[in-house]
């Protein structure tokens, strides 16, 4: 068997988790979530339950017709199923934080900002957060800045939030009750205590606690031989660098 | 030839006065590259930038120049090529004022402007620290009983006039309408703009409005104060069914903008070579 | 041929249910007749219209037939050829119920639906009878200080969820997106509606995604339940580079109508020797 | 000289209304207005002033792209110079009637419905109004419904307003502090007192009172020959019955 590259497992994993969407939307700089969406899409093409995926920074996987609005709109309609956020920083109650470490506004250190996230988080019913770096720089006790919280009052309109978080290290869910993390899956080259040494929240631990999948060779093949050529066009840079150099 | 009186990329970049409230396309939208070479060279302050709802190399590029003194946006970064160093070096060092925002709250101040209504509601926001910083943002209780949420409060926004807004497109007709494709924010900006200059690779010998179909992708002329022919005029962005992204150009920038020094060589040569014509 | 399940004009017509609130486009949208007669055909009961931002024929054959409790509208007019003869008898005779509206009030409340905000605010209206007939508006110190008008009253608006919204286009492609050219309130109302049916004048063997310029003309299948084709669908109302109104039709509608006599046999004729094929 | 009809001489009256207009619009069922308009932009065509007219209900004069809303969102953001307003009933303090006679909601005689005029009355700033028929059933004391009103207190919005009142038998003017019609021009068939007997409000009257301007043969000229085609194409009943019978 060829060797499975760390991104193509968590593509596949989150891959898993697409499974009984019919709209998935990808913002920006996405691109490990795009290939996984492609892929689900693809894996769903002859059955009856197509998957509509519209990845923003690119033209042909774009049906949207009315401006950068209508990721917004047609997900506070309730049209999008999934969608993808990430942060500098994500806290132990799912706040996520994509401006900066440090006090606010001076920053430590600043990031891009918070994109679209303090609507999509309320209003797409399934988010699945997803940070490659699972470091207790990362995964941290309270976050400097809330671009996002993770849950609401009942006061406010939420009919979404955070389902899943996803990193190199393990896959968690996040119950809205309980308001905390539940870990499910786990990396196999990685121990639960060492998962737990590199998150700087508490969570739940999980009896059932299931490894990383590893892809199929089928899998595999449809990713490199299909998905990547796709995904080179709109995230050039990471294609190249994982498929194409 | 045309029935419009046709302006240069330095006459647009003359009509961008300091302290104005300048309107900036998105990385996708058509970045209107050339015409901001030239705001830099004419040394304007005081910029204040409205992003819709964010900005890459021309934003960066702009604060790295001095040219900006505030600015409103969901996200600064250049994108694959890694954060933006000179808009980091500027937050980090309070050298501009930040009003960081969400994309959809950045669409509907403008929306609100298009309608002239004074503000326009929003959901989300709420328990964000977003909201604690932004003086312009008020919350009420939802005054309509027609929610399922009860007691529901919710965050409105205020109507935001653009001074003016530059952006990069395709194609002009010989009337002065703009092919604009499914880049339908650019229809939001310009409806909310005192005044609108678009840069194009051509200008068509047409009317857009012959056809339905073309009509269907135009902003009309009757929101457009100026148009100046650019030829690569989004360099390095790119722009639809014309050119990509020039990925080494982009790199190069992002290498060099890491520090002031390393900018201002990186700049003083960008403006040399500049690759546009018709300036 | 086509990825899409194909239905027919009978089919759409059976998923008007009684007492919906339905989506009428105005006659430059695209009117959807072969369905209206199948709806009447039905004897469907107790539909609310609500008309973006008017009706002509259509809403005035719907209540004519008796298939209508209330309308919310800014006009119902046959145009050039005079008074809705049916609408007329409604309100006189107290036989249905009308929110008599403003066209920017009905396209914002569609707006608010499609941002899935609770309201709109609105600028006019105040001092209109209008207001004081609608118990569904409110009118709130505008909250902001950015208005210029003192102490400033300003109405706002609920949001409003169509059930159903029905229209006739020229084109679908092959997978089943729609071209609607400039007819951009077609979005707006479907975006607004839980279920979005089409009829088309013909289905064509492409993707309007393959252009930027046809895509920017599209409503995307995402927003569309079902598709049927009806050559002369909207007939005796004209489409677009399809065909012009029916002049003569119109004008003996017109007459008909004037009185529930000879509108229902003019309606036994139309029904019978209706123009549409693909029912 | 030709004939010329009442309706050509009240279209060139409208016509010199619009003189330093830059944008004019035309609303649903106003064949005069909308000949009025494109004689103005005709007329105008080779000087530096020129004149853009919006026909919502034409394709070649609509150069409007974003749906049926954007002559809402163009007159409220300013953009429109004139716009015409009829009504069923107007008063002498400039409210219009589009909904009907008699008591709302179950009235006499219902009329087609208040338009866009809820708005736009607000927010242009040159509304002129213009009804043919020139009676006391028309021109009323005090209109039966108010679809918009002629004037508005100080704490509502209101750039836009009443500036005209034409009519088969006068053209008045509107003055928005008295709140009140003046007469400015009278078709030379009528004397001020017939005017004054069909008149159901109390208007003004003027020393300097003139008569409707015969249109030049030139201007009919250019009516007949160069507008009335255009108006055949999205009035055709109109056009027809005045020029092509």
């Not at chain 1, 900066?100 to 957060?129: C, E, H, N, Q, W």
């Not at chain 2, 056809?211 to 030829?231: C, F, M, N, R, V």
Request: aromatic letters at 10%; one cysteine or more.
């Amino acid at each position: 068997m060829t060797e499975i590259f760390q991104s193509e497992i968590i593509i596949s994993e989150i891959s898993n988790l697409l499974k009984d969407d019919k709209h998935v939307a990808i913002g920006a700089a996405s691109p490990i979530p795009g290939s996984a969406a492609l892929l689900a899409q693809e894996e769903r093409k002859n059955t009856n339950l197509k998957l509509q995926v519209t990845i923003l920074h690119s033209q042909k996987f774009n049906n949207f017709t009315d401006g950068s609005r209508e990721l917004f709109d047609a997900s506070a309609q309730g049209r999008i199923d999934t969608f993808f956020l990430g942060g500098v920083q994500i806290d132990g109650q799912a706040n996520i934080n994509l401006v900066g470490t440090g006090r606010y506004p001076k920053l430590d250190k600043r990031f891009s900002g918070s994109f679209g996230s303090a609507l999509m988080y309320f209003v797409v019913p399934k988010i699945i957060l997803f940070r490659e770096e699972h470091t207790p720089r990362t995964l941290v006790k309270k976050v400097d800045f809330i671009s996002a919280p993770g849950i609401s009052p009942p006061n406010i309109y939420r009919p979404g939030g955070p389902k899943y978080l996803i990193t190199n290290k393990a896959l968690f869910s996040f119950n809205k009750k309980k308001k905390n993390f539940k870990i499910e899956k786990i990396n196999p080259e990685f121990t639960l205590d060492e998962v737990i040494k590199s998150t700087g929240f508490e969570f739940k631990t999980n009896k059932n606690l299931k490894y990383f999948t590893m892809p199929s060779q089928k899998r595999i093949d449809v990713l490199r031989n299909l998905i990547a050529p796709k995904v080179l066009n709109f995230y050039p840079q990471f294609a190249k660098k994982l498929w194409f150099n | 030839m045309v029935n419009f009186t046709q302006i240069t990329v330095k006459d647009i970049a003359k009509e961008v006065k300091d302290n104005c409230l300048l309107g900036i396309p998105a990385d996708y939208s058509g970045v209107p590259m050339s015409v901001t070479i030239e705001i830099i060279k004419n040394k304007t302050k005081g910029l204040r930038l409205y992003c819709l709802p964010l900005t890459t190399i021309q934003g960066d590029m702009l604060i790295g120049s001095g040219c900006v003194n505030e600015i409103e946006t969901a996200a600064v970064t250049l994108g694959e090529y890694g954060q933006a160093p000179r808009f980091q070096d500027a937050i980090e060092n309070s050298k501009i004022n930040i009003k960081d925002s969400t994309c959809p709250a950045l669409h509907a101040q403008l929306q609100a402007t298009e309608k002239s209504v004074p503000f326009m509601p929003l959901r989300g926001i709420l328990g964000s620290d977003l909201y604690k910083n932004r003086n312009d943002w008020v919350v009420i209780d939802n005054p309509m009983n027609n929610s399922n949420t009860n007691d529901e409060k919710i965050v409105i926004l205020p109507a935001v006039k653009l001074d003016i807004l530059i952006f990069h497109a395709s194609k002009a007709d010989i009337n002065g309408n703009v092919q604009i494709g499914r880049r339908r924010e650019l229809a939001t900006l310009a409806h909310a703009s005192k005044k609108v200059y678009v840069t194009v690779e051509e200008i068509v010998d047409e009317d857009f409005f012959d056809s339905e179909l073309k009509a269907a992708a135009t902003l009309p002329s009757l929101y457009i104060d100026g148009i100046s022919l650019a030829k690569n005029g989004a360099w390095p962005c790119g722009l639809t069914d014309y050119y990509d992204i020039d990925t080494n150009e982009m790199s190069k920038y992002a290498k060099a903008a890491k520090y002031q020094e390393t900018f201002d060589e990186y700049m003083r040569d960008f403006i040399l070579q500049n690759n546009y014509s018709n300036i």
